[in-house]
C-alpha cells in the first residue's frame, strides 16, 4: 500500500512531463507551447499559491528536472522556439534553467556548451550561463550542499560537479576560444567563486546561530579543488580579508572557518595553507582563521612547520613572521614553536646544508631562525641555551668556513643576534662586516613588530655610503661655511652646482719622489722612513714602465722586496700601489719574473695573501700583456697611472669573469651577424710567445702538500683562485699556437676538482672550461680531447641540472653551448654558415 | 656618486716660463684671445680657436711680466713687468709696439688695478716706491691723482683692486699689506674708511666683487679669507675657508658672480661656489705652483673658460659649470 502512495505522484509527475516533452516536440500552437511551459515551470514554484504538492516538485526536481533541461537543449534550434516571443522564451526558456536545482543546470548547460557548435545557440547558452553565475545561483548551489538535507548524490557526480565549479574558466575557454566572455576568465571567475563562498557560509553562519546543523564538507571540497589547481592566490586575495574582519568578535565564524579548513581534503589542505598564510594581514588573522588547526591535523602541522619554514624558501619574510607569530600566539602552540626552533637550528648548523643547499634557502633559514629566537621568552631561552649554543657554534663555524663572502655574512650576523639574545655572562659576539640591505634585513628581525598589521619591510635609516664618503672629502677640503646672517635674496645658489670628486685632494708631502728606480728598491730594502716608503712606492710604477733597461737589471729583486713587503705605514692605497709594481715589473721583464712568481706560489712560508697576490699579479700581466698597444705615450706619462687602474680587486675575481662574459657575449653577436665590423687593427700579441711561462709552471706541484699549504686540503680559497688565474691565463691565450696544449693541460688539472665541495672552486673550474672551449681552435678541441669530450658533456649536464650555486649552472650552460657551437663547426662548418 | 674629477680641455705649452698673469679678451672681435704674461718677460698673445702663441710681446726687457690687462674702449694691451714700468701696447691692425710707460719704482710684486671710468679715460693705481705707497694716475693724461700710504706701520703693500661703487662719489680702493691687514681707500677723499686683520701672514691676493660687495683675499697659509663690506663701508671678516695645503697665489670670480677659483701653490686650482664658498671641484693637472687663474668672458656662457698658469710653464683650460653640455 505504502508503495502505491508513493507510487502515484512518480508516476503523475512523469505522465505530466512527458505530455509537456511530447507538446514541445509537435505543437505548432503558440498557446500549447506556453501551456507546456508553465506546467513545467510549476513544478519549481515554491511560493504559497503553488499548484503542486510539495511531495511532486521534489520528484521533479530530482527525476525530471535534468532530462527536461537536456531536452530543451537538445531542441534548442527547434522550430517552435521561433513561435515564442523574446522576452516569452526569456521568462520561460531561460527561467527554467535559473530556477531550477542549480548543480543540475549548471551540469546541463557546462555540457550543452560542451556539445554545441559554435553557432547562435551556443552562443544563447553561453549568455545563460553568465546571468546564471551573476544571479548568485553558485552561492546557492554552494549553500544547497551546506544544507544537512542537501541533494543526495553520489560521490562521482560530486566530483563531476566540483570539476566543473573549479575548472570552469578552462573549459569555456577550451570550447569558446576568443569569443570567451570577460566573467569566465579567471581573473573574474575565481573572485565571483570566492565571494559565492563567503555568501555560502555567511548563511551557514546564520543557520548555525537559528540551531540548524549544517555540513562545510563540499564548500571546503570546493575551496581545496580551487586551490590545488593553483588559483588559491585570487579566490583567497577575496576570502581572507573578509573572514580575518568576521571572525574578529564572532565565535561563531571562527567555528565556520575552523570547520571549513578541517573538512579540506588532506591532499589539498597544503595548497590551502600556503595560499591563506600570504593571503593574511598578520599572525593573528591567520589564528582567528585557521584556529589549532596545526595541532589537530597531521598534514597541517607537516605544512606549517616542515615545509613552510624549511624547504619552500620561496616566500617574503612577512609570511614567515606570519607563521612563527601564529604558533607563538597560543599557549598550546607554543610547544610547536620549540619544535621548530629545534629543526631550524639544526637545518641551519648543518655544515652539508651549508655547502650544498642554495643560499636563498639558507637566508630563508636563517631569517626562519632569527625570528623563531626573536619570539622567545626568557624561560623558554633557557630551557633552550645549550642547543641555541651548540647551534650557534657549529652553525657559525660551517658558515665562516665557507668561501661565499654571504654565507659568512650571514653566519656573522645570525651569531651576533643569536649571542645578543641569548646573554652569555653578558658578552656578545661582534663582527665587522659591511652593512648591505640584507644584513639590515636580518638584524631587524630581532626586534618583533608590534603592530597587527605588519608593514612591508622598511628600508628605514639605511644611509647611502657615498654620502658619508661626500661628507667625509668635503670636511676635507674645507670647513662648511654656515648660512649668512643676511640671507641673499638671490635665488641662485651654489647647490646647483653639483661637486666634482675631490677625494684627491690630499696633503702635499714636503719631500720629492726618487727619481731612479735603485732608489726605490733602497728604499724598500732599509729606509724606516714612512715618507721615503711611500713616495718609492708611489713612484716605483712609473720608474719602472719609464726605464726598462734598469727595471729588467733588478726586476727578480724588486719583485721579491714587493711580494714581501708589509704596509708597516698605512699608506693610502698600498695594496693597489704594490700590485700595480709588480704587474709593471711582469710585463716589463716577462720570463725572469713569471718564473720567479710561480716557484714562490708553490714554495713555503707564504702566507694566503701573497699567494694569492702572485695569483693576481700574473693574471692582471697576462691581461696587460695580450692587449694590443694603444697609446704609445702613456706608459712614459708616469704619473697618473696608479690612477687608471680599477680598484683593488681583493676578494672579488668577478672582473674576470666579466672579461669572459663580454667575450661570450661578442663572440654570438658574430656568429649570428657575419663580419660586418672592421677588422681590428693588426698588433703583435705580447702574450702569445710567453703565455707557457705563466701557466705551465703553477700546474707543476698542486698535489705535493707541504705543512704551510695544502692545495687539495683546506686551502680550498687559494685553490679556486688558482683555477680562476688559470682559466684567465687559458682565456687571454686565445690564438697562440700554445693554446692546445694548455687546454688539454688544464682541463686534465681541473678533472680531478670538477666534483670540489667548495663553490668557489667549481665556479673556478666551470671558469676554465668554459675558457678552454672558447679559447682553444675547434679542430685541437676534437682532436686532443676527443675522448673527455664524451665525458666531460656529461658531467657538464649534470652540473647545470643538480648544482646548487646557482652561477655554477649558469656557467655550466654556458659552457655547454660553447662546446655545441664548437663541435658543429669543427663537424659540419657549412651547416653553421647557412644557419648564421 | 660624485662625477670624477675633471681634466682640462687643452693645455697650451711653449711659453717657455712661469705664468704671473693671464687676462682673456674673448667679447669683441674674432678669434678669441688669451693674454699671458711670463717670468721671462714674455707677453704671449694666444688664439684660443687655434690654440697657438699668435705673437710674442718683449717689452720688458727680459724682466717678469707680472700683469697684464686690455683696455676695453681701445685696442690696446697694458703691462706690468719687474723692470719698474707699466707699458701700454697698440694692438690694433698687427702692431706690437710700446706706445706710452709709467715708471713705477716698485720692487715689489704687486699688480697694478686698472678702473675704466668714462670712454677714454682711466684711473691705474700702482705700488709706488716707498714700498707701502699705493699712487694713483689717470690715464692717459698720466696726471697723477694721489698718493695713499697708510699711517700705521702695514708694511709693503701686496695687492690691490681699484673699484668704482655704484653709490657714493669717487672710486674706493682695497688694498692687502704684508701685515695681513686690508685696508678700505676712498680715493676722493685720500683717506681710509676701514681697516681688518684678514690673515697673520702678507695678503698674497685679494678679488672683490662689486655687485655683492664682497671678496676674499689669499695668504701664505692654509685659509682663505672672506670678508663683506657693510652699508657703513665697514670691513667684516667672514668663517674662513680652509684648504688641504697653504699658499694661494691668485683668485679669481666668474663673470657671473657663481664661481671663485683660487691659484694654489699646491699645484691645484680649487673651485668654490661663490655664494657659499662650497668647495666644488679640485684641478689637479699642474705639476708645479699654479700661479694665475682666469675666467674668460665669453659672451655665450657655455663656451666660458678657466684658465690656469703655472710655473710648470703651461697654461691649462677648463670648461667646468658652464650652463648646457656640462653643467654642475
Same mark, same amino acid.
Given at each position: 500500500?505504502?508503495?502505491?502512495?508513493?507510487?502515484?505522484?512518480?508516476?503523475?509527475?512523469?505522465?505530466?512531463?512527458?505530455?509537456?516533452?511530447?507538446?514541445?516536440?509537435?505543437?505548432?500552437?503558440?498557446?500549447?507551447?506556453?501551456? *507546456?511551459?508553465?506546467?513545467?515551470?510549476?513544478?519549481?514554484?515554491?511560493?504559497?499559491?503553488?499548484?503542486?504538492?510539495?511531495?511532486?516538485?521534489?520528484?521533479?526536481?530530482?527525476?525530471?528536472?535534468?532530462?527536461?533541461?537536456?531536452?530543451?537543449?537538445?531542441?534548442?534550434?527547434?522550430?517552435?522556439?521561433?513561435?515564442?516571443? +523574446?522576452?516569452?522564451?526569456?521568462?520561460?526558456?531561460?527561467?527554467?534553467?535559473?530556477?531550477?536545482?542549480?548543480?543540475?543546470?549548471?551540469?546541463?548547460?557546462?555540457?550543452?556548451?560542451?556539445?554545441?557548435?559554435?553557432?547562435?545557440?551556443?552562443?544563447?547558452?553561453?549568455?545563460?550561463?553568465?546571468?546564471?553565475?551573476?544571479?548568485?545561483?553558485?552561492?546557492?548551489?554552494?549553500?544547497?550542499?551546506?544544507?544537512?538535507?542537501?541533494?543526495?548524490?553520489?560521490?562521482?557526480?560530486?566530483?563531476?560537479?566540483?570539476?566543473?565549479? +573549479?575548472?570552469?574558466?578552462?573549459?569555456?575557454? $577550451?570550447?569558446?576560444?576568443? $569569443?570567451?566572455?570577460?566573467?569566465?576568465?579567471?581573473?573574474?571567475?575565481?573572485?565571483?567563486?570566492?565571494?559565492?563562498?563567503?555568501?555560502?557560509?555567511?548563511?551557514?553562519?546564520? +543557520?548555525?546561530?537559528?540551531?540548524?546543523?549544517?555540513?562545510?564538507?563540499?564548500?571546503?571540497?570546493?575551496?581545496?579543488?580551487? =586551490?590545488?589547481?593553483?588559483?588559491?592566490? #585570487?579566490?583567497?586575495?577575496?576570502?581572507?580579508?573578509?573572514?580575518?574582519?568576521?571572525?574578529?568578535?564572532?565565535?561563531?565564524?571562527?567555528?565556520?572557518?575552523?570547520?571549513?579548513?578541517?573538512?579540506?581534503?588532506?591532499?589539498?589542505?597544503?595548497?590551502?595553507?600556503?595560499?591563506?598564510?600570504?593571503?593574511?594581514?598578520?599572525?593573528?588573522?591567520?589564528?582567528?582563521?585557521?584556529?589549532?588547526?596545526?595541532?589537530?591535523?597531521?598534514?597541517?602541522?607537516?605544512?606549517?612547520?616542515?615545509?613552510?619554514?624549511?624547504? /619552500?624558501?620561496?616566500?617574503?619574510?612577512?609570511?614567515?613572521?606570519?607563521?612563527?607569530?601564529?604558533?607563538? %600566539?597560543?599557549?598550546?602552540?607554543?610547544?610547536?614553536?620549540?619544535?621548530?626552533?629545534?629543526?631550524?637550528?639544526?637545518?641551519?648548523?648543518?655544515?652539508?646544508?651549508?655547502?650544498?643547499?642554495?643560499?636563498?634557502?639558507?637566508?630563508?633559514?636563517?631569517?626562519?631562525?632569527?625570528?623563531?629566537?626573536?619570539?622567545?621568552?626568557?624561560?623558554?631561552?633557557?630551557?633552550?641555551?645549550?642547543?641555541?649554543?651548540?647551534?650557534?657554534?657549529?652553525?657559525?663555524?660551517?658558515?665562516?668556513?665557507?668561501?661565499?663572502?654571504?654565507?659568512?655574512?650571514?653566519?656573522?650576523?645570525?651569531?651576533? =643576534?643569536? #649571542?645578543?639574545?641569548?646573554?652569555?655572562?653578558?658578552?656578545?659576539?661582534?663582527?665587522?662586516?659591511?652593512?648591505?640591505?640584507?644584513?639590515?634585513?636580518?638584524?631587524?628581525?630581532?626586534?618583533?613588530?608590534?603592530?597587527?598589521?605588519?608593514?612591508?619591510? #622598511?628600508? $628605514?635609516?639605511?644611509?647611502?655610503?657615498?654620502? %658619508?664618503?661626500?661628507?667625509?672629502?668635503?670636511?676635507?677640503?674645507?670647513?662648511? /661655511?654656515?648660512?649668512?646672517? +643676511?640671507?641673499?635674496?638671490?635665488?641662485?645658489?651654489?647647490?646647483?652646482?653639483?661637486?666634482?670628486?675631490?677625494?684627491?685632494?690630499?696633503?702635499?708631502?714636503?719631500?720629492?719622489?726618487?727619481?731612479?728606480?735603485?732608489?726605490?728598491?733602497?728604499?724598500?730594502?732599509?729606509?724606516?722612513?714612512?715618507?721615503?716608503?711611500?713616495?718609492?712606492?708611489?713612484?716605483?710604477?712609473?720608474?719602472?714602465?719609464?726605464?726598462?733597461?734598469?727595471?729588467?737589471?733588478?726586476?727578480? /729583486?724588486?719583485?721579491?722586496?714587493?711580494?714581501?713587503?708589509?704596509?708597516?705605514? $698605512?699608506?693610502?692605497?698600498?695594496?693597489?700601489?704594490?700590485?700595480?709594481?709588480?704587474? *709593471?715589473?711582469?710585463?716589463?721583464?716577462?720570463?725572469?719574473?713569471?718564473?720567479?712568481?710561480?716557484?714562490?706560489?708553490?714554495?713555503?712560508?707564504?702566507?694566503?695573501?701573497?699567494?694569492?697576490?702572485?695569483?693576481?699579479?700574473? %693574471?692582471?700581466?697576462?691581461?696587460?700583456?695580450?692587449?694590443?698597444?694603444?697609446?704609445?705615450?702613456?706608459?712614459?706619462?708616469?704619473?697618473?697611472?696608479?690612477?687608471?687602474?680599477?680598484?683593488?680587486?681583493?676578494?672579488?675575481?668577478?672582473?674576470?669573469?666579466?672579461?669572459?662574459?663580454?667575450?661570450?657575449?661578442?663572440?654570438?653577436?658574430?656568429?649570428?651577424?657575419?663580419?660586418?665590423?672592421?677588422?681590428?687593427?693588426?698588433?703583435?700579441?705580447?702574450?702569445?710567445?710567453?703565455?707557457?711561462?705563466?701557466?705551465?709552471?703553477?700546474?707543476?706541484?698542486?698535489?705535493?702538500?707541504?705543512?704551510?699549504?695544502?692545495?687539495?686540503?683546506?686551502?680550498?680559497?687559494?685553490?679556486?683562485?688558482?683555477?680562476?688565474?688559470?682559466?684567465?691565463?687559458?682565456?687571454?691565450?686565445?690564438?697562440?699556437?700554445?693554446?692546445?696544449?694548455?687546454?688539454?693541460?688544464?682541463?686534465?688539472?681541473?678533472?680531478?676538482?670538477?666534483?670540489?665541495?667548495?663553490?668557489?672552486?667549481?665556479?673556478?673550474?666551470?671558469?676554465?672550461? =668554459?675558457?678552454?672551449?672558447?679559447?682553444?681552435?675547434?679542430? #685541437?678541441?676534437?682532436?686532443?680531447?676527443?675522448?673527455?669530450?664524451?665525458?666531460?658533456?656529461?658531467?657538464?649536464?649534470?652540473?647545470?641540472?643538480?648544482?646548487?650555486? %646557482?652561477?655554477?649552472?649558469?656557467?655550466?650552460?654556458?659552457?655547454?653551448?660553447?662546446?655545441?657551437?664548437?663541435?658543429?663547426?669543427?663537424?659540419?662548418?657549412?651547416?653553421?654558415?647557412?644557419?648564421? | 656618486?660624485?662625477?670624477?674629477?675633471?681634466?682640462?680641455?687643452?693645455?697650451?705649452?711653449?711659453?717657455?716660463?712661469?705664468?704671473?698673469?693671464?687676462?682673456?679678451?674673448?667679447?669683441?672681435?674674432?678669434?678669441?684671445?688669451?693674454?699671458?704674461?711670463?717670468?721671462?718677460?714674455?707677453?704671449?698673445?694666444?688664439?684660443?680657436?687655434?690654440?697657438?702663441?699668435?705673437?710674442?710681446?718683449?717689452?720688458?726687457?727680459?724682466?717678469?711680466?707680472?700683469?697684464?690687462?686690455?683696455?676695453?674702449?681701445?685696442?690696446?694691451?697694458?703691462?706690468?713687468?719687474?723692470?719698474?714700468?707699466?707699458?701700454?701696447?697698440?694692438?690694433?691692425?698687427?702692431?706690437?709696439?710700446?706706445?706710452?710707460?709709467?715708471?713705477?719704482?716698485?720692487?715689489?710684486?704687486?699688480?697694478?688695478?686698472?678702473?675704466?671710468?668714462?670712454?677714454?679715460?682711466?684711473?691705474?693705481?700702482?705700488?709706488?716706491?716707498?714700498?707701502?705707497?699705493?699712487?694713483?694716475?689717470?690715464?692717459?693724461?698720466?696726471?697723477?691723482?694721489?698718493?695713499?700710504?697708510?699711517?700705521?706701520?702695514?708694511?709693503?703693500?701686496?695687492?690691490?683692486?681699484?673699484?668704482?661703487?655704484?653709490?657714493?662719489?669717487?672710486?674706493?680702493?682695497?688694498?692687502?699689506?704684508?701685515?695681513?691687514?686690508?685696508?678700505?681707500?676712498?680715493?676722493?677723499?685720500? !683717506?681710509?674708511?676701514?681697516?681688518?686683520?684678514?690673515?697673520?701672514?702678507?695678503?698674497?691676493?685679494?678679488?672683490?666683487?662689486?655687485?655683492?660687495?664682497?671678496?676674499?683675499?689669499?695668504?701664505?697659509?692654509?685659509?682663505? !679669507?672672506?670678508?663683506?663690506?657693510?652699508?657703513?663701508?665697514?670691513?667684516?671678516?667672514?668663517?674662513?675657508?680652509?684648504?688641504?695645503?697653504?699658499?694661494?697665489?691668485?683668485?679669481?670670480?666668474?663673470?657671473?658672480?657663481?664661481?671663485?677659483?683660487?691659484?694654489?701653490?699646491?699645484?691645484?686650482?680649487?673651485?668654490?661656489?661663490?655664494?657659499?664658498?662650497?668647495?666644488?671641484?679640485?684641478?689637479?693637472?699642474?705639476?708645479?705652483?699654479?700661479?694665475?687663474?682666469?675666467?674668460?668672458?665669453?659672451?655665450?656662457?657655455?663656451?666660458?673658460?678657466?684658465?690656469?698658469?703655472?710655473?710648470?710653464?703651461?697654461? !691649462?683650460?677648463? !670648461?667646468?659649470?658652464?650652463?648646457?653640455?656640462?653643467?654642475?
Amino acid at each position: 500500500m505504502s508503495t502505491m502512495e508513493s507510487l502515484t505522484p512518480h508516476t503523475e509527475v512523469r505522465v505530466a512531463v512527458g505530455r509537456c516533452v511530447r507538446t514541445l516536440t509537435t505543437s505548432t500552437d503558440n498557446k500549447e507551447i506556453i501551456t *507546456a511551459f508553465q506546467t513545467l515551470h510549476s513544478y519549481l514554484d515554491e511560493g504559497p499559491g503553488s499548484s503542486t504538492s510539495p511531495v511532486q516538485r521534489a520528484e521533479f526536481r530530482k527525476a525530471h528536472y535534468t532530462r527536461t533541461l537536456q531536452f530543451l537543449i537538445s531542441s534548442i534550434n527547434a522550430d517552435w522556439l521561433r513561435l515564442l516571443t +523574446a522576452a516569452q522564451r526569456v521568462e520561460l526558456w531561460d527561467g527554467l534553467f535559473l530556477r531550477g536545482p542549480p548543480e543540475q543546470a549548471l551540469l546541463v548547460l557546462m555540457e550543452g556548451i560542451g556539445t554545441l557548435r559554435p553557432s547562435t545557440s551556443l552562443d544563447h547558452l553561453v549568455s545563460l550561463t553568465e546571468t546564471f553565475l551573476r544571479s548568485g545561483r553558485l552561492a546557492d548551489l554552494l549553500w544547497n550542499h551546506c544544507l544537512e538535507a542537501g541533494p543526495s548524490d553520489s560521490p562521482q557526480l560530486r566530483e563531476t560537479l566540483l570539476g566543473r565549479l +573549479a575548472a570552469l574558466p578552462d573549459l569555456t575557454a $577550451n570550447r569558446l576560444h576568443p $569569443n570567451n566572455k570577460p566573467l569566465f576568465l579567471p581573473q573574474q571567475y575565481y573572485p565571483l567563486l570566492a565571494a559565492e563562498m563567503l555568501t555560502a557560509l555567511e548563511r551557514t553562519c546564520q +543557520a548555525l546561530r537559528d540551531g540548524k546543523d549544517c555540513s562545510l564538507t563540499f564548500v571546503a571540497q570546493t575551496l581545496g579543488k580551487v =586551490c590545488i589547481q593553483g588559483h588559491s592566490g #585570487s579566490v583567497l586575495a577575496v576570502m581572507a580579508p573578509r573572514l580575518s574582519v568576521c571572525t574578529r568578535s564572532d565565535m561563531v565564524w571562527q567555528r565556520v572557518c575552523w570547520k571549513l579548513l578541517q573538512n579540506v581534503p588532506e591532499r589539498w589542505l597544503e595548497s590551502v595553507l600556503t595560499g591563506l598564510v600570504q593571503a593574511v594581514s598578520g599572525p593573528d588573522a591567520l589564528g582567528r582563521i585557521i584556529g589549532n588547526l596545526v595541532l589537530k591535523n597531521k598534514k597541517a602541522q607537516f605544512v606549517i612547520t616542515h615545509k613552510l619554514l624549511l624547504l /619552500q624558501y620561496k616566500y617574503e619574510t612577512r609570511v614567515l613572521r606570519i607563521l612563527l607569530g601564529y604558533l607563538a %600566539a597560543d599557549r598550546e602552540r607554543r610547544l610547536l614553536v620549540i619544535q621548530v626552533l629545534r629543526s631550524l637550528c639544526q637545518a641551519w648548523a648543518n655544515p652539508s646544508a651549508v655547502r650544498h643547499t642554495p643560499l636563498e634557502q639558507q637566508l630563508y633559514v636563517s631569517k626562519a631562525l632569527l625570528l623563531c629566537v626573536g619570539l622567545l621568552n626568557d624561560s623558554e631561552l633557557q630551557e633552550l641555551r645549550s642547543e641555541l649554543l651548540q647551534c650557534m657554534l657549529g652553525g657559525m663555524q660551517s658558515h665562516l668556513d665557507s668561501s661565499v663572502v654571504r654565507v659568512r655574512r650571514m653566519g656573522m650576523v645570525v651569531g651576533e =643576534c643569536l #649571542s645578543s639574545r641569548m646573554d652569555i655572562n653578558g658578552t656578545k659576539l661582534k663582527f665587522e662586516y659591511e652593512q648591505d640591505e640584507e644584513t639590515q634585513e636580518l638584524l631587524s628581525l630581532m626586534t618583533p613588530l608590534t603592530d597587527d598589521e605588519p608593514e612591508p619591510e #622598511s628600508v $628605514n635609516g639605511v644611509h647611502s655610503p657615498q654620502e %658619508a664618503t661626500q661628507d667625509k672629502s668635503s670636511q676635507n677640503n674645507s670647513v662648511h /661655511q654656515p648660512p649668512k646672517t +643676511a640671507p641673499d635674496s638671490d635665488l641662485d645658489s651654489d647647490d646647483e652646482l653639483t661637486p666634482y670628486d675631490m677625494s684627491g685632494d690630499q696633503e702635499m708631502s714636503q719631500a720629492s719622489p726618487p727619481r731612479y728606480l735603485r732608489d726605490c728598491l733602497e728604499a724598500f730594502i732599509s729606509s724606516e722612513d714612512p715618507v721615503r716608503v711611500e713616495l718609492s712606492l708611489r713612484a716605483a710604477e712609473g720608474l719602472v714602465r719609464k726605464n726598462v733597461f734598469t727595471a729588467r737589471e733588478i726586476s727578480v /729583486q724588486l719583485t721579491k722586496v714587493l711580494l714581501h713587503m708589509e704596509d708597516k705605514y $698605512n699608506i693610502v692605497g698600498f695594496l693597489i700601489l704594490r700590485q700595480a709594481t709588480m704587474v *709593471a715589473l711582469t710585463v716589463t721583464d716577462c720570463i725572469p719574473v713569471t718564473q720567479y712568481l710561480t716557484t714562490e706560489f708553490y714554495s713555503l712560508n707564504y702566507s694566503l695573501r701573497q699567494r694569492l697576490d702572485i695569483l693576481e699579479v700574473l %693574471a692582471m700581466s697576462a691581461q696587460e700583456l695580450s692587449q694590443p698597444i694603444t697609446d704609445k705615450g702613456n706608459p712614459s706619462k708616469g704619473i697618473t697611472p696608479i690612477a687608471e687602474l680599477t680598484p683593488y680587486p681583493g676578494d672579488n675575481p668577478v672582473h674576470w669573469r666579466q672579461v669572459v662574459e663580454r667575450r661570450i657575449q661578442s663572440k654570438t653577436k658574430r656568429l649570428s651577424k657575419g663580419a660586418t665590423q672592421p677588422p681590428a687593427k693588426v698588433t703583435p700579441n705580447r702574450y702569445a710567445p710567453v703565455a707557457g711561462h705563466f701557466f705551465f709552471p703553477l700546474l707543476r706541484s698542486y698535489d705535493r702538500p707541504q705543512v704551510t699549504f695544502d692545495l687539495l686540503g683546506s686551502d680550498h680559497l687559494v685553490l679556486g683562485r688558482l683555477i680562476h688565474t688559470l682559466g684567465l691565463l687559458m682565456h687571454l691565450a686565445v690564438n697562440a699556437p700554445v693554446a692546445s696544449q694548455m687546454g688539454c693541460a688544464l682541463l686534465d688539472f681541473v678533472w680531478v676538482v670538477r666534483y670540489h665541495v667548495d663553490q668557489m672552486v667549481r665556479r673556478g673550474v666551470l671558469f676554465a672550461v =668554459c675558457s678552454v672551449f672558447l679559447s682553444m681552435p675547434s679542430h #685541437s678541441l676534437l682532436v686532443d680531447l676527443s675522448d673527455q669530450l664524451f665525458e666531460t658533456r656529461t658531467w657538464l649536464a649534470d652540473v647545470a641540472e643538480g648544482d646548487p650555486d %646557482a652561477d655554477c649552472r649558469n656557467l655550466a650552460v654556458q659552457s655547454l653551448v660553447l662546446l655545441d657551437k664548437n663541435l658543429k663547426k669543427q663537424l659540419d662548418p657549412q651547416a653553421l654558415d647557412l644557419q648564421s | 656618486m660624485s662625477r670624477p674629477a675633471p681634466s682640462p680641455i687643452y693645455t697650451l705649452r711653449g711659453a717657455g716660463g712661469p705664468l704671473n698673469a693671464l687676462h682673456f679678451s674673448c667679447r669683441g672681435g674674432d678669434p678669441p684671445l688669451l693674454f699671458s704674461g711670463s717670468g721671462t718677460g714674455a707677453i704671449h698673445i694666444w688664439n684660443l680657436n687655434t690654440r697657438r702663441a699668435e705673437k710674442v710681446l718683449e717689452g720688458h726687457s727680459g724682466n717678469s711680466v707680472i700683469w697684464i690687462s686690455t683696455l676695453q674702449s681701445t685696442n690696446a694691451l697694458i703691462s706690468q713687468g719687474r723692470d719698474m714700468r707699466v707699458c701700454q701696447w697698440d694692438l690694433s691692425e698687427g702692431r706690437g709696439e710700446v706706445t706710452d710707460s709709467v715708471w713705477t719704482g716698485s720692487v715689489g710684486f704687486c699688480q697694478c688695478s686698472l678702473l675704466e671710468m668714462s670712454p677714454g679715460t682711466r684711473l691705474l693705481a700702482y705700488p709706488g716706491q716707498q714700498t707701502e705707497e699705493i699712487k694713483i694716475i689717470e690715464l692717459p693724461s698720466k696726471a697723477p691723482v694721489c698718493s695713499l700710504i697708510p699711517d700705521a706701520k702695514l708694511g709693503m703693500v701686496m695687492c690691490i683692486k681699484l673699484w668704482q661703487p655704484d653709490s657714493g662719489p669717487g672710486p674706493l680702493l682695497l688694498a692687502g699689506y704684508e701685515d695681513g691687514s686690508l685696508l678700505l681707500w676712498d680715493v676722493s677723499q685720500r !683717506s681710509t674708511l676701514s681697516q681688518a686683520v684678514a690673515h697673520p701672514e702678507p695678503v698674497m691676493c685679494l678679488t672683490f666683487d662689486p655687485k655683492r660687495l664682497r671678496g676674499i683675499s689669499g695668504s701664505s697659509e692654509k685659509n682663505l !679669507s672672506p670678508w663683506m663690506l657693510d652699508g657703513q663701508n665697514n670691513l667684516q671678516l667672514q668663517d674662513p675657508v680652509s684648504l688641504v695645503n697653504p699658499g694661494v697665489s691668485q683668485l679669481s670670480i666668474r663673470g657671473d658672480g657663481k664661481l671663485v677659483a683660487s691659484a694654489g701653490w699646491d699645484h691645484r686650482v680649487r673651485v668654490f661656489g661663490w655664494k657659499k664658498l662650497r668647495p666644488l671641484a679640485v684641478l689637479q693637472h699642474h705639476t708645479d705652483m699654479v700661479l694665475s687663474v682666469a675666467f674668460s668672458d665669453h659672451q655665450d656662457p657655455r663656451r666660458r673658460l678657466l684658465a690656469a698658469g703655472s710655473k710648470d710653464q703651461r697654461i !691649462s683650460l677648463w !670648461s667646468i659649470y658652464n650652463e648646457g653640455a656640462d653643467t654642475g
